[in-house]
């Protein structure tokens, strides 16, 4: 079965560098994959906080995950930083998918992607609402 490419770095429209650190090797000498799923937690959640939209504390909507996944491409290996790429692959009217891209400095290629949903909720009642006007005009400007 053959699968689509996975998008080159001209796709995302925002960029955070994480360096690898000793304990994100696993025993088979590459960056576990569970390791990459907490850079797309990271990347996301840190680019909400910069454009001001997630008040961990108080904030209201949260955004609950109800899915991840991803494709890895080529293997990682520490010491290196990683640079990942952000977008919105999906803004729905209270949902939002972010689709990420590892990077190796330099290389247009990803060695991982991945998709990661938020379903924003109610703080209190933990019930999906429509994502506020201000929010939306926001999280557009990574599609």
């Known amino acids: 079965m053959s699968r689509a490419p996975l998008l080159g770095r001209d796709s995302y429209r925002h960029w955070h560098r994480l360096p690898t650190q000793w304990a994100d090797n696993d025993v088979y ?3 576990n994959n569970a390791v990459q799923y907490r850079w797309f937690d990271t990347v996301v ?12 504390e108080h904030g209201d909507p949260i955004g609950l995950v109800v899915e991840t996944g991803c494709r890895y ?4 290996v520490h010491p290196v930083t990683v640079e990942i790429g952000l977008m919105i692959e999906r803004l729905g009217s209270s949902s939002v ?10 290389s247009d290629i ?3 992607e991945g998709h990661f949903t938020h379903v924003y909720v109610d703080r209190k009642n ?3 609402v429509p994502l506020p006007e201000a929010w939306r005009r ?5 599609t």
């Open 29 to 31: 000498g590459h960056v």
């Open 45 to 56: 959640n840190n680019w909400l906080i910069d454009v001001g939209l997630l008040d961990i």
């Open 73 to 76: 491409a080529a293997s990682l």
């Open 97 to 106: 998918t972010y689709r990420l891209g590892v990077f190796t400095p330099g």
């Open 110 to 112: 990803a060695a991982a």
């Open 126 to 128: 933990r019930r999906p």
């Open 138 to 142: 926001t999280l557009e400007t990574l």
